[in-house]
């Protein structure tokens, strides 16, 4: 026992390795953290147009060009982000991003900025899912009701579609953000210094790979434990109308 | 108070609409019966313009609200509408439910708002519910509700989707009892129903759809004892003698 405590010892505290850790979820959580906010921002934006009901030649009169009236080059645009996004893999998605976007003057772009911007872009997609998902899903008798009684539609979507979306999409929106904290373990395949990064450079100096691993293993999962439980609490409490 | 002509509604190819020609006056009470699909439904939420009608005009107080230059909104402050389904906001308790589109959308202050709440309340006979949230009435009093919240916004005509369709047996009674009493108070009422003891007794006019047009309109006893069409006898001998 005492001879593995040493061992432990030597493995984390000798040459104050356990700052390779330390640092490490700092850069984890800074991109997740940069990166969520990209992802809600980007992502609202995307649900927004996708639902916004725009329709440049909605009133053209002439039957030829008749096909263009349902035509809404602002949602097309989101659902081609979208699918692209999510079409192809994250790690992909950070390798062009990195080695083939972020070149020539942009070489010298911190690692940190392209890759809370490479997870942020592809998180958007999958938040404009959930979000526009849950507007969309939300009974049509909600809007009805609230326009029947005068509201315009920007009050209607801010005091009666909005506030039970959020409600419905909170869990999903969650499992999102796990998802992306987990993901930002491959950032070390372009160089990020995260905590898969800190694991590798404490094996090759000390040539142990199962108590690095299992310690990171352990601070992800710490991490998730804490965040969902603020979350189920926050969610309880919005679920106190039901 | 509202005249429509040579209405026209259609779902892309589905024509449901064929042409409405209608007046209806101050304190007028008029059922409109039908089978399913002949457009009864529809033709109420194209006069609130919650379907946009695709020919035809509407005129409420003198005002088309096909024109582009109308305010729907401030036109719908006037036409009140009660759902099959309720659709009361989930997320609100029973008084902001009612208190909402008046101070949002009529600007009322709060106080007053809040006072003729409490009356609407005791009107429909539930003014100890104000503090709960809908999800916790019975389908019944969320109608009472509904039509509490339309009274808020002291509409000049009221609007009513198949109020009792979504309804167990035994609850329909105390929705059709406080109709009866709106219709005493002279309110001007338009109510799509399957309720035919109450086209019957309450009602001072009857409409009669079928095929996206109205068949017949006459006074109800008349339509009852001494139908017209063949449609209407068809109609009426399903529907009495099941």
Redesign the interface.
Known sequence: MENYLNLLYNIFIVDDRYMLLVNGLIFTLGVTFVAAVIGIILGMLLSIMMIADLRPFKSIKSQKLAFLRNFNPVAKIALVYITVIRGTPTVVQLFILANVIFIGSLKNTPIFVTASLAFGLNSAAYVAEIIRAGIQGL?K??L?????????YK?SMR??VI??AV?KIMPALVSEFIVLLKETSVVSMIGGVDLTFAAKSIISVTYRAAEPWIVVALIYLALITIFTYFMRKIEKRLR??? | MIKISNLHKSFGDLHVLKGIDLQVNQGDIIAIIGPSGSGKSTLLHCINKLEEPTVGHIFIDNEDIMSPECNINAVRQKVGMVFQHFNLFPHKKVIENITLAPILVKKVPEMYALQMAEKLLKKVGLEEKADVYPSKLSGGQKQRIAIARALAMEPEVILFDEPTSALDPEMIKEVLDVMKDLAKEGMTMLIVTHEMGFAKNVANRLLFMDGGKIVEDTDPKTFFENPKSERAKEFLDKVLNK
Not at chain 1, 144 to 152: C, I, K, T, V, Y
């Open positions: 009974d008798g909600q009805e009701a609230a326009r029947a009684l005068g509201m315009s009050l005091v009666v506030p039970q409600k106190e109308s039901d």
